[in-house]
Nanobody
Framework: QVRLVESGGGLVETGGSLRLSCAASGRALSSYVMGWFRQAPGKEREFVAAISWSDSSAFYADTVKGRFTVARDNAKNTGYLQMNRLKPEDTAVYYC?????????????????WGRGTQVTVSS
């Protein structure tokens, strides 16, 4: 399994930006997919974005498309989620996850490694 640690969360005003990081250890993610999910109070965990470590192909939820960008740094074995034009409805705990598979990446069940999450709060 891969150990994942998120960082970069915080409090930001509507329209602001944050960049989350997800540092991986235990193995290189060369053939993995890294996903980002979020969970707001009283709601189910939802898919945000995913990136293939091998070719950087990315996939986004419609709710964040055009505002969020996912990226990775092979040398640092770290993934990033750049969040721009944040809205109050983006408030949630954000998790990164990793899976050696490349199918069904929007489903949390396919991921076998998870970070503990980082809180993002967007004030109105």
């Amino acid at each position: 399994q891969v150990r994942l640690v998120e960082s970069g969360g915080g409090l930001v005003e509507t329209g602001g930006s944050l960049r989350l990081s997800c540092a991986a250890s235990g193995r290189a993610l060369s053939s993995y997919v890294m996903g980002w999910f979020r969970q707001a109070p009283g709601k189910e965990r939802e898919f945000v974005a995913a990136i293939s470590w091998s070719d950087s192909s990315a996939f986004y939820a419609d709710t964040v498309k055009g505002r969020f960008t996912v990226a990775r740094d092979n040398a640092k074995n770290t993934g990033y989620l750049q969040m721009n034009r944040l809205k109050p409805e983006d408030t949630a705990v954000y998790y990164c996850a990793a899976t050696p598979g490349a199918d069904m990446v929007i489903h949390a069940d396919v991921y076998d490694s998870w970070g503990r999450g980082t809180q993002v709060t967007v004030s109105s």
